[in-house]
């Protein structure tokens, strides 16, 4: 069994930054692959970034190149770096852990001015 715990959320102004982090305790094993979802009010859940055990990583396009996705292993927690936030930014963001397929609770992260 695996619990996975975010924590970072908050209100940010747009152009802003936060940093999310996710802990994970139980088993992880070596072909886990970490990352980070979101859900905004009234839409699906959408892939945000995702980082395999060995460190390949995967991003939404509306993301790229604002968003940074690390991982520590040791630590079993994986983090989203967020820079220039924008309005569009706003929802729930949830920790996956795959393909076992568990979830965290979510954090909100509000980008408001």
């Known amino acids: 069994q695996v619990q996975l715990v975010e924590s970072g959320g908050g209100l940010v102004q747009p152009g802003g930054s936060l940093r999310l982090s996710c802990a994970a305790s139980?088993?992880?094993?070596?072909?886990?692959?970490m990352g980070w979802y979101r859900q905004a009010p009234g839409k699906q859940r959408e892939l945000v970034a995702t980082?395999?055990?060995?460190?390949?990583?995967n991003y939404a396009d509306s993301v790229k190149g604002r968003f940074i996705i690390s991982r520590d292993n040791a630590a079993n927690t994986v983090y989203l770096q967020m820079n220039s936030l924008k309005l569009e930014d706003t929802a729930v963001y949830y920790c996956?852990?795959?393909?076992?397929?568990?979830w965290g609770k979510g954090t909100l992260v509000t980008v408001s001015s």
């Open positions: 980082m395999t055990y060995g460190g390949s990583t």
């Open positions: 139980g088993s992880i094993f070596i072909l886990d692959t």
């Open positions: 996956n852990l795959s393909p076992a397929g568990y």
